[in-house]
């Protein structure tokens, strides 16, 4: 079971980036997949999440950043516009099974599949 990330680089504050992440291995399409980022020195965030075809953000990102998913459930994107220098981090896709409960979508521990990370730096 493998996820694999892409899509990362360096942009200026205001630019944009599409992130990328695609699953093999096993059938996605029964599982929840989103997004997490972890800045240097700081714990990993949720970011946002697909569950049950609905998108959650978190309050940062929320209005700038949609999360969408593709290939029948195994692939899943994350357009990020307005992007601010808050927004540097390595960010990475994960994946959990569908019984995941809403209350868990946040909760990086809860997430049985990690990509490797991708990295996206914002300057000002």
């Known amino acids: 079971v493998q996820l694999q990330a892409s899509g990362g680089g360096l942009v200026q504050a205001g630019g944009s980036l599409r992130l990328s992440c695609a699953a093999s291995?096993?059938?996605?399409?029964?599982?929840?997949m989103g997004w997490f980022r972890q800045a240097p020195g700081k714990e990993r965030e949720f970011v946002a999440t697909?569950?049950?075809?609905?998108?959650y953000y978190a309050a940062s990102v929320k209005g700038r950043f949609t999360i969408s998913s593709a290939n029948a459930g195994n692939a899943v994107s994350l357009q990020m516009n307005s992007l601010e220098p808050e927004d540097t981090a390595v960010y990475y896709c994960?994946?959990?099974?569908?019984?995941?409960?809403?209350?868990?979508?946040?909760?990086?521990?809860?997430?049985?599949?990690w990509g490797q990370g991708t990295q996206v730096t914002v300057s000002s």
């Open positions: 291995g096993r059938t996605f399409s029964r599982y929840v």
């Open positions: 994960a994946a959990a099974s569908a019984g995941m409960i809403l209350s868990s979508i946040r909760d990086p521990e809860k997430y049985d599949y």
């Open positions: 697909k569950w049950r075809g609905n998108a």
